[in-house]
């Protein structure tokens, strides 16, 4: 890929996408057959760097997947024991790499490293480490106090069953502790201490868990109850739904087009909490149909798309969408209970703030909130900086769909979840 792409102002026609498998039930689903004690094939698995990350440790660490096509994967159950007692992983910057797989890895008893790219370095990770601790595991930094790189070693039970985690930062901490702790058999008692964000994230875990054997009862997700000698069973076969947070982009194109877009892999009834992002975009405008396995989005075009507030704390992937419709309503808009923006691929608000304000937009960045409101004409061929965060890249395309060509620095972020983003997108446009 070039190092930047131009996109020109564009009309949009009606159309479909088919969506790239999900990210997160991708490496929830990859780890969970890999720890079952039998075979299982998983269809429409996402090609993409944040899934190459996790099948390369997995066969570090000798699971046996053979890989049918570039979607699909026979994985062999390794019985909740990795084969591998010793390994070297990069987990490069898929969050839903590193933590699952730090958590799984230090409840067993091996010798094992993990690092990422630079940015997962400055990705707290301190929560989860002593969650992990008070159960018996042995970890220790390998950088910097409470962030990878980190050094696990063979894990001796302490015998403390319940435990305590904070679930401010990152809602994969608990995701990571759900699906590894009954690794060791022992019947577990999680308490989230403080405000749990992204909470429909957790709701994948337990969903994605209980189709591979194991049910988890929780209190309003505050205190989760792990049952003692439970294992992982694969189904048969899975299929994977397509990604929520990559359909945010076509969707809100829909909106801001008023022509009819089709993305196709998910229905209103997937198990991914980012399907609410429809329902944002209903609030402030949008026409929703729904099929078997689709969804279409479109705007009656005699409707202005109305101003919002909203508090996106459950949808914080799509939440990035939800700042390029605000620059389309050209009115105050807010959207609030962000902070983890903070500590993800870059710093999503103030990258948001920078980047938007070179477009001449005017915004206000709050700790945890964005406040934007875009009051003249946008400036035409910005030079949209990326930070190495796909979602930059991807939201900010939608910019040329309101008539401002604008340019996109490394598109080739994009590769994290969505490698062929700017040819669905290319295609959309007549
Ligand atoms: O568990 C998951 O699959 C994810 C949880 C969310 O992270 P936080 O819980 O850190 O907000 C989300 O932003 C990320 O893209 C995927
Ligand atoms: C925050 C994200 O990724 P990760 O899974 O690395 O946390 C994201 O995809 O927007």
Same mark, same amino acid.
């Given at each position: ?6 996109? !020109? ?20 689903? &990859? ?19 944040? =899934? ?19 979607? +699909? ?5 390794s019985k909740q024991r990795f084969p591998n007692k010793d390994a070297q992983l990069f987990l490069g910057n898929a969050g839903t790499a590193f933590r699952p797989l730090t958590a799984a890895l230090a409840l067993m008893q091996g010798h094992y490293e993990l690092s990422g790219v630079p940015r997962m370095h400055e990705r707290p990770i301190g929560d989860l480490v002593d969650? %992990? ?30 435990? !305590? ?15 590894? %702790? ?5 019947? #577990? =008692? ?10 429909? #994230? ?9 189709? *591979? ?23 048969? +076969? ?6 929520? +947070?990559?359909?945010? #982009? ?26 609410? *992002? ?42 990035? =969408? ?6 389309? =309503? ?25 980047? &938007? ?19 003249? !004409?946008?400036? !035409? ?50």
């Amino acid at each position: 890929m070039k190092d930047f792409i131009f996109l !020109p102002a564009s009309n949009i026609r009606d159309s479909h996408v088919r969506l790239p498998g999900s990210k997160s039930i991708s490496n929830r689903t &990859l780890l969970l057959a890999a720890l079952s004690d039998n075979e299982c094939v998983l269809h429409d698995v996402l090609d993409s760097d944040d =899934t190459q990350r996790m099948l390369e440790a997995l066969a570090q660490l000798g699971v046996v997947i053979e890989t049918i096509d570039a979607n +699909s994967h026979r994985v062999h159950g390794s019985k909740q024991r990795f084969p591998n007692k010793d390994a070297q992983l990069f987990l490069g910057n898929a969050g839903t790499a590193f933590r699952p797989l730090t958590a799984a890895l230090a409840l067993m008893q091996g010798h094992y490293e993990l690092s990422g790219v630079p940015r997962m370095h400055e990705r707290p990770i301190g929560d989860l480490v002593d969650a %992990l601790r008070l159960s018996g595991a042995d970890i220790t930094y390998l950088q910097n106090e409470a962030y990878p790189p980190l050094k696990i070693h063979p894990w001796r039970d302490n015998e403390q069953r319940t435990i !305590p985690v904070k679930g401010n930062v990152s809602s994969q901490f608990l995701t990571a502790l759900l699906m590894s %702790l009954p690794l060791t058999g022992q019947a #577990y =008692t999680i308490e989230v201490v403080g405000e749990l964000i992204s909470k429909p #994230y957790i709701d994948i875990t337990l969903k994605l868990m209980a189709q *591979f054997g194991i049910v988890i009862e929780h209190e309003q997700h505050q205190v989760f109850h792990l049952p003692a000698n439970a294992l992982y069973h694969a189904p048969e +076969s899975l299929h994977v739904e397509g990604d929520a +947070s990559s359909a945010s #982009y076509f969707l809100a194109a829909g909106l801001l087009t008023g022509k009819k877009i089709t993305v196709e892999g998910i229905n209103e009834k997937s198990i991914q909490g980012d399907v609410a *992002f429809v329902d944002a975009l209903v609030q402030i405008g949008a026409h929703v149909s729904y099929g078997d396995n689709s969804i279409t989005v479109w705007r009656d075009k005699k409707q202005a798309i109305q101003a919002f507030d909203f508090d996106a704390n459950h949808i914080p992937d799509a939440a990035m =969408t939800l700042a390029i419709v605000a620059v389309a =309503t050209g009115q105050e808009c807010h959207i609030r209970n962000i902070e983890s923006w903070r500590v993800k691929e870059t710093d999503r608000l103030s990258a948001m703030t920078a980047e &938007l304000r070179k477009l001449g937009v005017h915004v206000v960045e709050g700790q945890d909130y964005i406040s934007i409101h875009a009051q003249a !004409p946008l400036k !035409p061929n910005v030079r949209i900086d990326t930070y190495d965060d796909h979602r930059m890249a991807m939201c900010f395309s939608l910019i040329a769909l309101l008539g401002t060509p604008i340019i996109i620095n490394e598109p080739e972020c994009v590769n994290k979840t969505f490698p062929t983003y700017f040819e669905a997108f290319a295609k959309l446009c007549v």
